[in-house]
């Protein structure tokens, strides 16, 4: 099919998702249901479930203290992560004890980033052992735990938008890991985090019980950050895990230069790209990096018009403006030149970074100056919809999609359900469950 069928096709589905988006939104005011409370020294945490089901768990205080509530308040969620992991190392390292496991995850990769990660988060992590009463190592190893991801996002403003205000929209592409006993996804209980440290701003970050780290999110000061990985010939743990370096940005940045700057610290472990985005202002930046190098560059940029040759295929991109775009391959020169790994590929056309950047740019360009916070996320979850994905490892498989309106705190929100290995990946991924409606601010202001 080509480039204007397959969007014709897309197209088709808008009118669809933008009902189920609308329907759900009404019901956001819809009082929420507390769960549990966790009471510590420096605040009080507690868990909710919203009126549609969406778990939201409040952290409030040090970072030990609020490691400390995630703990008591994902008790048995945080025990059912050890299972799923321990069920997934046997299927990968089905000759290896899973004590020996964990020791060479946190020997070979925790350790090499531990001079890196930031103090109060490893406060965290001591609190969320302390609470669980799981190891500490065995906390800091599912901190460093690799998994194969993929993901997609955007951000426009501007003249891209009906209002000119800043949207940003990610979609976690993600092996569903699956606990063997029980037929259970540990990626069914994810959640939305809300964060008050009492010595910095609220922030909001989509998150799995026993993990800390934050893959995308948004903070206070209208800040919004997502990750895409970026296979590179050069990565390493030892730098700032880009869990960290996500949660540090949404903890302490509260300007775009301040984002670009805690997102590029050195030491680089690569290979990632990311995007940022500054309701305020509005602007985004796209960053990609390595373990060597990094670019940073605005929707004009030197990536956004570059054109290069790459395993004896021409690619070519075109800037618009106000408009940014990623998936899992490098625009830029600096980065496309360690890169590993395919970008097209006809016999793996649909797991691949390249058919996924065309459909979901070419939709975006479509939608040029109506894109808002609802079409984002029609846009996003129609390329997926789109597409057979039952040859990708991971691709088909999505943990959670989400768009954001930083300056009004809006989010929307889906996240997957259900058995992949019983009912297939892309039946249980979250482009194929309801969206959700929320508002971080008015989240920020709940009490339990």
Not at 254 to 271: I, K, N, S, Y
Not at 291 to 305: L, N, P
Request: glycine share 10%; with cysteine.
């Amino acid at each position: 099919m080509n480039g204007e069928g397959e969007v014709a096709m897309l197209r088709r589905g808008w009118l669809i998702l933008a009902a189920v988006v609308i329907a759900l939104g009404a019901m956001g005011a819809a009082r929420a249901e507390t769960l549990a409370r966790c009471a510590r020294p420096s605040g009080e945490g507690w868990l909710e479930r919203t009126a549609d089901g969406v778990r939201v768990m409040h952290l409030r205080g040090t970072y030990y203290d609020m490691g400390y509530e995630h703990a008591k308040l994902m008790e048995e969620e945080t025990q059912f992560a050890l299972r799923a992991a321990r069920s997934t190392l046997r299927t990968k390292l089905p000759l290896v004890p899973f004590s020996v496991a964990v020791r060479m995850i946190h020997t070979m990769v925790y350790r090499k980033a531990e001079p890196y990660i930031p103090a109060e988060f490893k406060e965290e992590m001591r609190g969320l052992a302390d609470g669980s009463g799981v190891p500490l190592d065995w906390i800091e190893a599912m901190q460093a735990w690799t998994y194969l991801t993929s993901c997609a996002g955007a951000a426009a403003w501007g003249k891209a938008t009906p209002d000119h205000e800043l949207y940003f929209v990610r979609s976690n592409d993600i092996a569903l890991t699956v606990d063997m006993k029980s037929g259970r996804s540990y990626h069914d209980l994810a959640f939305i985090a809300i964060y008050e440290p009492a010595d910095g701003q609220p922030y909001l970050m989509i998150t799995q019980p026993g993990i800390i780290g934050a893959s995308d999110g948004m903070n206070a000061a209208g800040i919004a950050v997502g990750n895409f990985s970026d296979p590179s010939r050069y990565e390493t743990p030892a730098g700032v895990p880009m869990l960290f370096r996500v949660k540090q940005t949404l903890a302490k940045a509260r300007t775009l230069d301040e984002a670009v700057a805690l997102m590029t610290q050195q030491p680089f472990e690569g290979g990632y790209n990311f995007l940022v985005a500054d309701a305020k202002i509005p602007d985004a930046r796209a960053i990609e990096m390595d373990a060597r190098t990094v670019y940073v560059g605005g929707w004009d940029g030197a990536a956004e018009s570059n054109h290069y040759v790459y395993q004896g295929r021409e690619y070519a991109y075109t800037p618009v403006e106000d408009l940014l775009t990623r998936t899992n391959h490098p625009l830029s020169s600096e980065l496309i030149a360690n890169h590993k790994g395919p970008i097209d590929n006809a016999k793996l056309e649909n797991r691949l970074t390249g058919p996924r950047y065309v459909d979901l740019r070419a939709l975006l360009v479509q939608g040029y100056g109506g894109l808002d916070l609802g079409r984002m996320m029609e846009i996003m979850r129609g390329v997926y919809a789109s597409r057979t994905w039952e040859r990708g490892p991971t691709l088909g498989a999505t943990s959670h999609q989400v768009a954001f309106a930083p300056k009004t705190g809006e989010v929307l929100i889906a996240f997957c359900s259900g058995n992949p290995l019983k009912l297939g990946r892309p039946a249980v991924s979250a482009f194929s469950q309801p969206v959700h409606r929320l508002n971080f601010f008015d989240l920020v202001k709940g009490q339990p």
